[in-house]
């Protein structure tokens, strides 16, 4: 079966860290850019961070860049999002997303442009 799983998510205080993690299955994610996206209660989900298909070029959105990382491993299948410096404001669930009909080409921040999405990780920073 194809898809992705989410893992990582938790409760932290206003200025910690957590490191999120997803693991392909199924299929190779390799060769396809990669991006999180999350969804806070009574919002629309929104774009985070994306890597291309090497993990040489990234993108992020303003809120979060400076902050947090994006990563992966492509022998693993795995990508990751490390969060530093993480603020109420970033309580939401966390969605990484392949974007799987575009082979080898750069990131996008395009939430529509995503075919393959995991089930989300909750992650509540208190004040």
């Known amino acids: 079966q194809v898809q992705l799983v989410e893992s990582g998510g938790g409760l932290v205080q206003a200025g910690g860290s957590l490191r999120l993690s997803c693991a392909g299955t199924?299929?190779?994610?390799?060769?396809?850019?990669m991006g999180w996206f999350r969804q806070a209660p009574g919002k629309e989900r929104e774009f985070v961070a994306t890597?291309?298909?090497?993990?040489?070029?990234?993108a992020y959105a303003a809120s979060v860049k400076g902050r947090f990382t994006i990563s992966r491993d492509r022998a693993k299948n795995m990508l990751y999002l490390q969060m530093n410096s993480l603020k109420p404001d970033d309580t939401a669930v966390y969605y990484c997303?392949?974007?799987?009909?575009?082979?080898?080409?750069?990131?996008?921040?395009?939430?529509?442009?995503?075919?393959?999405w995991g089930q989300g990780t909750q992650v509540t920073v208190s004040s």
């Open positions: 199924g299929r190779t994610f390799s060769n396809y850019a």
């Open positions: 997303a392949a974007d799987v009909s575009r082979l080898f080409t750069t990131y996008t921040s395009d939430l529509g442009q995503y075919d393959v």
């Open positions: 890597v291309n298909w090497d993990g040489g070029a990234t």
